[in-house]
């Protein structure tokens, strides 16, 4: 069992920087907004915090109604080459969201050539199989972002954004599993409770086990109120995403009037976590049923 550590993602781990983008919005006064963190799971596909996405909602509400956005928004990851850096930006394509976790997946669209042009994807193993109680997890998130050195020009339209944030790790341990979720209020969902410390801002963020597997994402956390006191942290299983809606223009071979979620890229060969073919979905949406899903855990 590892003694629970936050610390600063070494500059040298330059994968980290390109798995973890930057979340912004800049708004139609010029105004600047940072969301959380999220993560590359597959090419254009990125995976967040559903609160992280209900958050950018909130100041861009119609979205929901197919009006167009008022900010504009980027999704910029840092890419290396040797010691020099660039800068691959995205924008939003599309958004969905899980209705069984605090999940979303934001579908990424080239902002410039540039990023049209980017094939080199970076990715580690998704697993849907908890770490066991006991085992280390690590967290990766983003917090203290700043806008410092960002200017406007004479007609008040930005010339330069700089952006800057944290990038942390935070080690800790698996203290409980909650397949039906924590409580009916704000854990409502499938998650891991560890002794990790998340700050604000981590939300979204991967979560990989021992061997290297993101098993999850941060999605909130319950600070330690003394320092002999543990931090108490809620990383959601990454399962429930498999019933996550997917547009049929993703879908190869897709037809326009069915539904599809995340689990049908999975059954092509896309995106395929281990565990998605355990996941079990049943819709009676059709006959104003629910959809409902359920997981066949490991023997």
């Not at 890229?265 to 998605?276: D, E, N």
Request: proline residues 6%.
């Amino acid at each position: 069992m590892r003694t629970p550590e936050f610390r600063t993602v070494s500059p040298e781990d330059k994968l980290i920087y390109e798995l973890m983008p930057i979340l912004i919005g800049i708004g139609p006064h010029e105004d600047l907004l940072c969301y959380g963190s999220c993560f590359i799971a597959w090419p254009h596909m990125a995976i967040t915090a559903k609160h992280v996405v209900e958050e950018l909602l909130k100041h861009d509400p119609g979205i929901v109604l197919g009006q167009p956005g008022k900010y504009e928004y980027w999704i910029a990851q840092v890419k290396w080459n040797g010691d020099q850096h660039s800068y691959v930006i995205w924008t939003i394509d599309s958004i969905a969201t899980s209705p069984h976790s605090d999940i979303a997946i934001i579908w990424l669209r080239a902002l410039d050539q540039n990023a049209a042009q980017y094939k080199d994807w970076k990715s580690v193993p998704v697993t849907f199989d908890p770490p066991p109680i006991g085992a280390t997890v690590r967290a990766f998130g983003l917090h203290n972002f700043r806008f410092d050195g960002s200017r406007v020009n004479v007609d008040g339209k930005f010339e330069h954004i700089e952006f800057n944030c944290e990038r942390s790790i935070s080690t800790g341990t698996v203290k409980e599993h909650y397949w039906e979720g924590r409580d009916r209020g704000l854990y409502n969902f499938p998650c891991l409770e560890v002794d990790a410390r998340f700050e604000h801002g981590m939300s979204g963020g991967l979560v990989i086990t021992e061997d290297s597997q993101v098993c999850g994402i941060v999605c909130g956390s319950l600070p330690a109120t003394s320092a002999d006191e543990e931090h108490i942290s809620y990383v959601s299983m990454l399962w429930p995403m498999m019933a996550i809606p997917v547009d049929a223009r993703l879908i190869p071979g897709g037809v326009e009037s069915t539904r599809y979620c995340l689990q049908d890229l999975s059954a092509r060969g896309i995106f395929t976590p281990t565990g998605w073919d355990r996941v079990l979905i049943q819709e009676t949406l059709d006959t104003g049923g629910p959809l409902t899903i359920r997981y066949l855990r490991k023997k």
